[in-house]
């Protein structure tokens, strides 16, 4: 099974700069997937983006993309253009069931 | 389109009391399914996931159970709730047998025992 781990517990960063969260993962399969989830105040958990190993081309979605370094096991998210609203804890998934602790941004007005 | 239910939303019971909470799912058949629970805001940990009807695995060994007397329907239980199951629970959904499957997740329950 894997383990994932987030190393930064929060982060903070100016609103419309960008930031990069972190994600380390292992695993023994050779094809898997990776997902990014954010969870606002609400609590409600929502997939922000996704990322499948055998492809070497990194995910994007609108301003949210990662960074997939499969043989350093990692996977960075890139937020540009930070808004109020992405403001939540983030938490990166895989094996689909597996989470690490996640990561609490802070947006600064 | 697929919907998940979850409910109550908010639970205070007592150290001893019994626990139900339910989860459906709408909109799609043979879901896998998952508990989890998040302490202290911080990650989620996995309790249950089932892949059909009466087929339950367990990732931690607690005083929690979990049983899918339907297709959709996933129910977690405790027979008397300890202080430590204070928490915030989550249900999910996943399509089987898709590995780019996310999960989905519902509103949550927070659950607080005292």
């Known amino acids: 099974a894997q383990t994932v781990t987030q190393s930064q517990p929060e982060m903070s960063v100016q609103e419309a700069e960008t930031v990069t969260l972190s994600c380390t993962y292992d695993?023994?399969?050779?094809?898997?997937?990776l997902f990014w989830y954010k969870q606002p105040p609400s609590r409600q958990m929502i997939l922000v983006i996704r990322q499948e190993a055998y492809k070497q081309q990194n995910a994007t979605e609108n301003r949210f993309s990662v960074n997939f370094q499969k043989a350093a096991k990692s996977i960075s998210l890139k937020i540009s253009d930070s808004q109020l609203g992405d403001a939540a804890m983030y938490f990166c998934a895989g094996d689909k069931i597996i989470f690490g602790k996640g990561t609490r941004l802070h947006i600064l007005p | 389109s697929q919907t998940i239910h979850q409910w109550p939303a908010t639970l205070v019971q007592p150290v001893g009391s019994p626990l139900s909470l339910e989860c459906t799912v709408e909109g799609t058949s043979n879901p896998n399914l998952y508990w989890y629970r998040q302490a202290a805001g911080r990650g989620l940990q996995l309790l249950f996931y089932?892949?059909?009807?009466?087929?339950i695995s367990s990732e931690v060994p607690q005083n929690l159970s979990a049983s899918r007397p339907q297709d959709r329907q996933f129910i977690l239980s405790s027979k008397k709730l300890l202080l430590s199951d204070s928490g915030f629970y989550l249900c999910?959904?996943?399509?089987?047998?898709?590995?780019?499957?996310?999960?989905?997740f519902g509103n949550g329950t927070r659950l607080t025992v005292t």
């Open positions: 695993t023994s399969e050779s094809d898997y997937y």
């Open positions: 089932s892949v059909g009807i009466g087929q």
């Open positions: 999910a959904w996943s399509v089987p047998g898709a590995g780019n499957s996310p999960l989905h």
